[in-house]
């Protein structure tokens, strides 16, 4: 190939690239940002042109459309790394007598990341809410972060907010009420709150503030409009990665409902319960936790 040629290849090339939305960042954390925004991008353009008549269908085609442009362009621009996606049947597993039964490929990769196209998508499909995001996280073996998780991005389309890694938010101002014992407001389910949550919140009298999306409630978590998340009786690893991701770079408490470590890129993706707080409520919670858990 001639020098033009190549030339002309090249800026064939970074046309469609700026045409697709340009060259993403190289470092993680930007590209996961990158990524989360794009797929917002995509799922705000759906509800346009759909509406909200029917629901069903509004939810499978923003499912299906972000996660398809995530999984194209983590091909296109990582493909040496490993995928776990919420939305694509072949990263589950089939279990033979409590086993898998088929080891993925994932789980021998350095680098996986885990998405959730859709998070929230039950208010997705309502008009009018805005507790809907998208999640993109990426777990890395050397695992030199909290949970092995190296970067991740929540995006908030409908919020025109997005979270990441690359520019983590300052540690949430402690508001004086919960600074001096008064009630805490925990963030839970608007759709299936954990009854224990309830008990737990009448326990240690902290006020419920009912919202959908996991990624949404960390945020909450994260902009000081709640004190805590908890949540138990069931959910996926791509529920919680990169929001607990972006809890972490902030200085957020993050763990299993009992105090144990969130493990992520694990053989069976289930990851039924969590606890995202303020580090100064962690002990108060974990200890109100302990006498509630499920
Ligand atoms: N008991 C449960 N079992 C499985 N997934 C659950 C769950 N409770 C909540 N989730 C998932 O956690 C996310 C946040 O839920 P909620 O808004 O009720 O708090 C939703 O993700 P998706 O919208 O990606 O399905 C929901 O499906
Ligand atoms: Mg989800």
Request: glycine share 8%; net charge negative; charged share 25%.
């Amino acid at each position: 190939m001639g020098e033009q040629t190549r030339t002309s290849a090249r800026v064939t090339g970074q046309r469609d690239a700026v045409a697709d939305g340009g060259t993403p960042p190289v470092i993680d954390a930007a590209f996961a940002r990158w990524l989360a925004d794009r797929a917002g991008q995509v799922l705000l353009r759906v509800r346009d042109e759909m509406g909200y008549a029917d629901g069903a269908a509004l939810k499978a085609a923003g499912d299906k459309a972000a996660h398809e442009l995530l999984r194209t362009e983590l091909a296109r621009w990582r493909p040496a790394d490993a995928v776990l996606s919420e939305e694509d049947d072949h990263s589950r597993i089939a279990w033979q007598n409590g086993e898998p039964a088929a080891r993925p490929d994932r789980l021998d990769a350095s680098r996986v990341w885990i998405v959730d196209p859709l998070d929230g998508t039950r208010e997705f499909s309502e008009e009018g809410r805005t507790d809907w995001a998208v999640h993109v996280a990426l777990w890395t073996a050397d695992c030199s972060r909290p949970s092995c998780l190296a970067a991740g991005a929540v995006a908030m389309p409908a919020r025109h907010r997005t979270l990441a890694t690359d520019l983590p938010p300052a540690y949430p101002p402690l508001p004086l009420e919960a600074a001096t014992g008064g009630p805490i407001r925990i963030a839970a389910s608007r759709t299936r709150p954990p009854a224990f949550v309830t008990a737990l919140a009448e326990e240690i009298g902290a006020e419920l503030v009912p919202m959908g999306s996991a990624g949404v409630k960390i945020a909450a978590v994260i902009n000081g409009e709640a004190d805590a998340y908890v949540h138990a009786g069931g959910q996926y690893e791509w529920d919680s990665a990169a929001p607990v991701a972006v809890a972490s770079a902030t200085g957020l408490h993050a763990s299993r409902i009992d105090g144990t470590a969130l493990k992520y890129n694990q053989a069976d993706p289930k990851l039924p319960d969590l606890v995202v707080c303020r580090k100064d409520l962690a002990p108060r919670l974990l200890a109100a936790l302990q006498r509630h858990l499920p």
